[in-house]
Structures are given as structure tokens and as C-alpha cells.
């Protein structure tokens, strides 16, 4: 076999596998890229999006590759086409230097940038995935607000430390805020997923989870248990809305009076609760000693509209 | 490299202190004596549980008491063992006896007995691995039947939660040692050049843990299932009911039984290759082997102290895995993925060995990249220690680390994908027979390229927080054991059965077997990462409404999936016993060194240790150069296989030869 038959295959292979893989990007980008979940209801959710959209538009290249490869061999190079002959053996067959070094140069770049890139991106306030109590990883705003979730088997509450420490089971939040989520759990580890504000964080006994966001549109989002937690973890999920500022803080004072009453009955807010286990109902009480120290954190205990 | 057979194993041994004793074949250790003693365990250990914990570990409500469960099912296995006759050595040690030797037999019914040989072993380990596989398959197909319906439900969510747990773990412990167990036993030693294993009654042992994990975690459904999936997650853990006890006492059963694969594996590719068979000549399977081994050796042992911990948290009251009296929900997880992620390699790596020994067979090329496909081997198994906390990347704990585990995740990358470099150049300019095995081989590449590629997705944080715990996972996870390794697996039956049992399967049945398992895999799996990415968690019972149809897609695929295996069984039972065709010596003239040996394979393989002289992927020259030295008058050609009259050569004519081996020393 000559060296100009190889070539030849392989000018064919390179026009073949660049013209899909150009074209298929570039459909990709315009007609399915802006719809990539989880959308663009927050900036942690577009971050996703915008990840998950540039890791499709360099793997689909890559996975092109091996396939236009794969079905040209497969159909060039099968046994039964008249005239095929005995492949070559001899070192030659055995590798080839330049082509096992680019090989592992190309993939180590490839590998290397998808790193960097994924780095810089997750130092953007964590990504909304959950970053425990200490985060590493903090928004830039100033006027962040807290919101606590608690799972338990086997549904999510939420409470507002900020208005009191008053506890919904609807997840109610402003748009155009950071908020940061307190995740934590009364008893197996669940995760909060808000699929469509793009944030996970698990639930864990005994830890406070922290994961952060900045609400961009208004909407509703679906919030649902993405640990299994036991029979009825099926059955995890419910309903958030995204209100307009004004109107949300017209609704989360509101509901801090007409549920004052029941606030009272809580567990003084605290990032982790413990069971009580000399009380006979089953309660919990705050695991720290201050429960309020969110106000370090936070700043005034009711945030400025 | 001399070995003497009767001094090392005590097999052919007549004589001893007193004479072999004459036992009826039915008082003798076989499967039946091993499940009247686990029965018998089994009722000794739940009453001894009883006694002594009745009073303060009952399950409320439930009339069980772990105490008693875990006590029934690990003295039922102990029953298990020593009615399997694999107490007999030790004990009969201890106490200062001479051991019995095994009666050799050329029955049937030694399949269903202790042996030390290592093919017999192999076969039995493929029959209980498909047991595992079929039930692992029916319960996934209970699943999908479940997931029909947004809404309406089949199974209550207490079943429907046992059923998608029992079938994860099964699945698990089934492609832990799908390769390894029949493939890596029957063929290691043959292919290096060995007599046998080097430890045969731990390579016994092994199979008979394997096949006692498959009991301990069935009664996991009697006992009420358990709720935690295949993860085991504590707090979870400690609260569910009784079979969670299963799942613990299975999972350490079983991690024993790879552990002692994993040694055993390792020291015989160490320690028992032929003379010549250097590490450059060593099969590329059998160096996916002993980097399975390593994997299986380091990790399990993490899986078995996890497993303990969670039996004495739920037994004892121990709070290992209790955060409010000072354990760490955290700890199991970090336990359990340090051991779950190199086991997720030790799931891929024997299917990377299996297709790229059948490439160079079906294109008449030699390996591309030997060197390569090695170090990728070594690369992926030593990398897989330091990636396990990608599956905490959500859990809140030490968010410093992710950038690592990050990078580590996305490493191991490039160590796999040399699996695909030495694929694709092998395929340059081959002459490729579209036989079973490469129809097997190239569907794996295919799958594995989506499961592969799909794994970068997440390891990526940002992308993680979308997909995370959701059906994204489990389609990739999917693609990779199922499509990956099973595909490998099946393509490597197909390769090596004839050379097993003498048997030809199929052919037709065989294309047949492939195109419907390929096609509806890609359809039962493609669409559940579409599902994922629109917000379907995994092991969710009710979905959002407008994931009905890609979830039809899937379960109706499903079906047809589990139907492409009755194909497979209806063409094994027809080719094996209804209508059995003798195999040739050597149908896919491979250069293979197992495929050198008579047919049928004697019980200790080679009647003189084999000269290795070149590797097995000599294809495309013309020289015909041999691949070993056989013996004296069988020096084997390139693709033909060993003259009869070889095959005659009993075990009993060996201690003589054996001195008489070539003086080469072996080229280390």
C-alpha cells in the first residue's frame, strides 16, 4: 500500500468529520443551545446551561470523530467487499508514534481546558450546587437573602430568618436577589433540587448546607427531593413562585403576622436542628448556642425593600 | 517456573496418613449439602439472635430483630461454606489431620461441587452470574413497568422502593465479577501459560462467596426489602427495615469473595507466567485482569468495613454513621464511594480487556498501541482512588476539594479514551469479519463512547448541579456497565464458549442476539438522558406529566431489551444440549495461547509448561511465527491449533516432565 493511499484516506476522514462537526456546533448554538435546561430563571441556571452548551458543542466533535471514523472503517475495510486484501502486519500495524503522542497531547488539552473552564465557572458563587457551611465560593451582593429549607421524610419547609423565622411549606422568593439557600434536614439525608433555579444541595442532619443564587424572571419552579430518602421520596416534590420584589415582601410580612401564632411554637431558628430526645412529642431543638446568629451574617434582621 | 502440582495443592494426592476414604457421592460437599447447611445456619443464628437480643433490638412493629437477622445470615453462610465442603482443608489443618483430597471426577456432577480446577470453577462462576444477571434484568423490567405511568401505579412505593433496590445491588455484585469470575478463572491461566491458579481453594472459596451473596441478597425481599438503593446511604440505612440487614451481610459476603478473586488473579499473573512470557507479550486481557485484581484487593476491603460498621450501627447501637451522637452521615458515603469508584473500573476495565482481545482477531491486524492500551489500564486503575468524592459534589462537604476531584474525574478521562485510540488504529486498514464477538466489540466501543463522554458532563460541577442524582446519571452509568461491560462480556462468551465447552453456538441466533440487544438498549437508555436533563430524579415513582412518552419510549424498549436475552438462552440451551455441534480447535484462528490447547482443554492445561516466544497479535505477516513452544512434538503454527494426541496427556503423566522444562529463564 502506498503512502498516497493513506493520505487519501485520511483527507476524506478530516472533510468529512470538520464539515458535520461545524455544522452540527453551529445548529447546536442556534436552534437547541437556548433551550438547554435548566433555562435562564436564574443565574445559576443560565451558568448551567452556558456550561452544559460549550461541554456539547466540544464533545460532539470529538464523538463525531470516532464515529465517522468508525463507519467509514467499517464500511471501507470489511472482509467481505470484493477485492479487500490481508491487512499489513509488522511494527508498522503495531502503533505510531506521532499518532499516540498527538493523540494523548489532544485529549490532555481538551481535558485541561474543560478543567480551567469548569474551575472559573464554579468560582462564580459555587455554581448553586450546595458548599456546606463554609462557602468558599460567595456572591458579590451585599443584600443577600436567607432562606432555610428543611427536609424531612417527606417534604420540604422553608423559614424565612429574616422575617422572623416564620415557616411555609411553598417556597416564596424575590426576583432579581441573591439568595442564599440554608439546607439542612431533620432526618436522612434528602437534596433540595429547585430544578429550574438551577440549585442542589443536600440535606444532611446536623449540617447547614449553604448553595446560592440570583433570581433573574419571574415564574413558577418545581422543587424536588433528589436523594432517595426512604418510601415516599417519590412523592418529595412541590411548587415554588419567583415574585416580583415589592410583592414579595408584602407577602413575607404578612404571613410573618397571620402566622405568628405558629412561629411561636417553632424551634427558635437555627441553622441545624436535633431531636429532642428526652421530649415526648419528638421536637427538635436549635443545635447551636446562638440560634440567631444569622444576624451576624446577615446583617439587620429584616432586609431594606 | 517448575511447579509441583501435589506438593502445592494436595491434588492427586493418594496416600497421606490414612487411605481415601470412599464417600457416597451424595454425603459429599456439593451444592445441595451447601444449602442444607445454610438453611441450617440460617434457623441456628436467627434463634441464638433471638436469645440473646430479643428484649432490645426489635424492629418496631415488625416482629424482626436484627440482631437475629444478621446472626442467621452470616452463621447460614458459614452452613453454606462448610456444606460446600470449604471448611474441610482448614479445619481438617488445624487440628492436625491430613486433608482429604478432593475426588477428581470426569462427571457432570462436578459442576456442582468444590474443585481446584480452575475451568470448572470458570464455568460455574458464568452460570451464577447469569443467574444475577436474569434477576437483576426482571427486576429492572418491574421498574420500567412501574415508570409506564406518571401516575397510575403497578407496585405499592414500599415495593416499588425494594424492587429498585434489590435490582441496583444485584446488578452491582453481578458486573463486579462478571469478567473476572468466568472469563478471568477459566482463561488466565491459559493464557499465560500456566498449569493453574495459585491459590485453586481460594479461587473455590471466591465462588463460592459470590454465589452466597446471591442468596443473602435475595432473602433481602422476604425481609421487607430495604429503602436505600444500591448506595446504602446512612441515616437512611439505619432506619430501614429488615433487609437492609441483607444488603450489609451480602455486600461484605461478596466483598470477601472479590477481595480473594482479586489476590488470587494478581499472584497467578505475577507469579505463574511461562517461561518467555514476558510483560510485553502478556494478552491485553489479562493485563485488564491484573489491574481489575489490584482495584479488587485495595478497594473492596473499604466496602467490607463500611458494611461492618452499618451491621453494628443497626445491631449493636453502635453511631458510626449517627451525627447527633457524634458519627458522620458523611463517613458512609466517603467509605462507600472510596470503594464504589474504583469498583465502577473494576467494572470497565475487563470489558476494555475483552474487546481488545477481540479486535485483532476479527480484523487480521495486530493490536494497536500494546504499550498504550496498558499503561491506559494502569492509568485508569490507579487514577480511580483519587476521584470517589465526585459523587459528594452536592453534598456539602469540603468545597475546596471539588477543583480536584474535579480535575481527577476529568483525567481519568484520557487514560480511557486510549482504550479508543487502540481501537480505531486497530481498525486502519483491517480486513474486518463481521463475526458475534466483533459485532459484540464494536457495539461496545459504540455504547461506551456515549456512556464515556456522558461522564465528563459530570464531572463538570456547574453541570452536576443539573444532573446530579437525577436520570442523566443513571443513563450514563448505564451505558457504560451495561452498554460497556455487558456488551463485552456477551462478546467474549461468544468468543470463548466454543474453547470452554467444546461447542459451537449459533451463529445466526447470535446476529440475532446482538442487533435486538443493541437497538433496544440504545432506545431504552438514550432516551432517560433527555428525562434527566428535564428534571426526573432517579428512583422516583411519580414523574411530571409530559416525561410520559420518553419514559414509554424507554419501558417498551425495555421489554424487548429483556426479550433479546431470551434469544441468548434459547440459542446457549440449544447449542449446548439440545443439538450440541463440536467446535474446531481454533474457529476464529486466533493466535491466542489458549487457543493452542487441545480441545478439550486437559484438567491441567499444558502437559509441559509452554516456551512463550512472541506475543498473540502477530496477524499480517507471513512468516508464521510461532506463539509458543508446546512440547516436544507440538510446536504450534500461527492460527492452528495444538495436534491431537496431545489431549490424552493426563495430569498423571506430568511430575515426570516436569523437570524436563525449558531451562530459559523466564524474561521478567
Redesign the interface.
Known sequence: ?SQGD?TH?FRRLIVVWAVLAVVLDVVFYFAVGPH???GAMTS?AS??QF??NV??ML?LP??LA??V??GY??IV????RAG???????PK????FG??VG??IT??VI?LG??IF??I??ADA????????D???TPTSHDVLPIQVIGQQWQFTYRYPTFGGFETRQLVIPVDTTIAFH?TSL???H?F?A?QL?????A???????AYTTTKQLGTF?V????????????M?NYGRVLPRAQFFVWAQSTEHQIAANTKNLPPFSYTY??DANGADGGFYPDTADPYSNVEQYGATTPSK | MALDMQESTGAERSGGTRPPQARSRWLGPHAGRALVGAVAGYAFGHWIGNVVASGYTNVQGSGQNDVAIVLALSIGVVGWLAGAGMLDYPLAKIIGREPLPPTPSKSWTRYFGPTLDHKVIGLQYTVVVLLFLFTGGLLAMAIRTELLNPTNHVFG??T??AVVSEHGTIMMMMASSIVIGPLGNWLVPLMIGSRRMAFPRVEAFSLWMFAAGYLVILTALPLGGF???W?G?A??QT??SGGMDSYLVGFAVIGIGMICAGFNLAATIINYRAPGMSWGRVPIFVWSILATAALLTLATPTLVAAGLFGTLDRTAQTAFFV??HGGS??LWQNLFWFFGHPEVYIMALPGFGIVAEILPVF??????????AAAGMIGVALLSFFVWQHHL????????M??LF??TT??I??PT??I??VG??T????????EVPMLFA?GM??NF??GG?SG??L????????V???FFVLAHFHYTIMGGLVFAFFGGLYYWLPKMTGKTMDKRLGKWHFWTMFIFFNLTFFPLFFVG???Q??????Y?QNLQTLNDLSSVSAFFLGASFLIFVFNFVRSMFIDPKPAPPNPWHSLGLEWQTPMPVPPYNFTRIPVVLADP?????TDGQAVADLGPRTLSLAGVGAPAGSADLGSETVAGEEGSADPRPPIA
Open positions: 500500500m493513506e484516506h438547554v435546561p435548566p445559576t451558568g448551567q456550561d452544559f461541554l456539547f464533545a470529538v464523538m470516532v464515529w471514523y468508525m472503517a467499517l475495510w470489511r472482509g467481505s479487500a486484501v490481508e491487512p499489513e502486519g509488522g500495524a503495531r502503533g505510531h499518532i499516540q493523540w494523548i485529549t490532555t481535558v474543560v478543567f469548569g474551575s465557572k464554579l459555587g455554581a448553586g450546587g450546595g458548599e456546606g457551611p462557602p468558599l465560593w439546607v432526618d436522612v439525608i437534596s433540587w430544578y438551577g440549585v442542589k444541595a443536600d444532611n442532619p446536623s449540617e447547614d448546607n449553604i418545581t424536588r427531593c433528589a436523594e432517595l430518602c426512604g418510601l415516599w421520596h417519590g412523592a416534590y436535633v431531636p | 412505593p414500599g416499588y422502593i429503602q436505600t438503593g448506595t446511604y441515616p437512611l432506619q430501614a451525627n447527633e452521615s458523611y480484523t487480521r491486524k495486530p493490536l494497536f498501541g500494546y504499550r498504550v459534589f452536592q453534598s456539602g462537604i469540603n468545597p475546596d471539588r477543583p474535579m480535575l476529568e483525567l478521562s484520557i479514551g486510549f479508543f485510540l480505531l488504529g481498525l486502519w486498514k483491517a480486513k474486518i469479519r463481521y464494536l466501543f459504540f463512547l456515549i463522554i465528563v458532563f464531572s463538570d460541577v456547574p453541570v452536576n448541579v443539573t446530579h442524582g437525577s436533563l428535564l428534571g430524579p432517579r428512583r422516583v415513582f411519580e411530571a497479535y502477530h496477524y499480517g505477516t
